[in-house]
């Protein structure tokens, strides 16, 4: 990361958060936006895109981990 990449090459369709645990899938993909939506939140100079996820199919993400208020997964894709 840190430059490695243009946020505009980043293929939408391509994101998807991973989570390792046994829950009823092992990744989702975000919803893909119309148009890449970037911002620079914790203002370090990078901007951050920004990818939402499917209520339902986070629930499946994370059906092993109920009631735990922190997880890790990691979010994944690809350059167009």
């Known amino acids: 990361m840190n430059g490695d990449y ?3 090459n980043v293929d939408l369709s391509s994101l998807r ?3 390792n ?3 009823a899938v092992s990744e989702i ?3 893909v936006p119309k148009r890449i939506v970037e911002s620079d ?3 370090d100079g990078i901007p ?3 990818a939402c996820f499917n209520r339902r199919d986070l629930a499946r993400l994370l059906s092993s981990n109920p009631g735990t208020p922190h997880s890790r ?3 994944r894709g690809e350059a167009a």
């Open 73 to 75: 997964g990691c979010a």
């Open 6 to 8: 243009q946020n505009a």
């Open 17 to 19: 958060l991973v989570f």
């Open 41 to 43: 939140v914790d203002q």
């Open 21 to 23: 645990r046994t829950g």
């Open 29 to 31: 993909l975000a919803v």
């Open 48 to 50: 951050e895109l920004t």
